[in-house]
């Protein structure tokens, strides 16, 4: 297992490219399924809230949403909108506004910031797992030691019972101790 997260830190590192492109796919994905799953919703909402963004790349990757697309056709009321969860929060605000995120890309992008996340998730991210650095790789160095301080008492138990065999005899009739 140790070596197996070792070889994933790595990897992750040489394929940066690649898991931020995964990374798109998986946010652009659950935008599309935004409405038909709770937990999926809340994820979304949880992510865009804590990094203070809004979609993957950008609060137009909202149009891959039956709700919030742009079409003309789109009878929704969500229609060019975001979710509440990509608005800028008023702190003087006590009840949280659930529709602030309506119309709000009709506006021009400059109007747009004022009242809500212009900034992708994906960077947000990536600026975070940045700025964490120290923390995110002081967690997984913790756990490493954790784990090879485990094989070394392992060991140590191996050797521990090999010694006590080497104190023991096979008769016929079972084990006898030596002297």
């Known amino acids: 297992i140790f070596f197996l997260e070792l070889a994933t830190g790595i990897l992750a590192f040489v394929f940066k490219d690649w898991i931020r492109d995964q990374l798109n796919f998986f946010i652009n994905n659950n935008v599309k399924a935004y409405r038909d799953d709770i937990d ?3 994820l979304i909402d ?6 203070s963004c809004c979609g993957a790349r950008g ?6 949403n039956i709700y919030f697309n742009c079409t003309d056709l ?3 009321r969500e229609r060019c909108g975001v979710p509440f969860s990509c608005c800028v929060r008023d702190p003087a605000e006590d009840v949280l506004n659930t529709q602030c995120g309506y119309d709000v890309r009709l506006k021009l992008e400059l109007e747009q910031q004022g009242s809500i996340h212009t900034k992708g998730c994906v960077g947000q991210f990536e600026k975070w797992l940045q700025d964490n650095l120290i923390v995110v790789a002081g967690v997984f ?3 490493a030691l954790l784990q090879i301080f485990g094989i070394c008492l392992a060991q140590n138990l ?3 019972i090999k010694a006590v065999k080497a104190n023991w005899i096979k008769h016929d009739d079972g084990y006898k101790l030596l002297k």
Request: charged fraction near 10%.
């Open 40 to 42: 999926l919703q809340n």
């Open 46 to 51: 949880f992510a865009q809230e804590y990094w």
């Open 59 to 64: 609060p137009n990757d909202w149009n891959l």
């Open 74 to 76: 789109n009878p929704s």
């Open 141 to 143: 160095v913790g756990i």
């Open 158 to 160: 191996v050797s521990d």
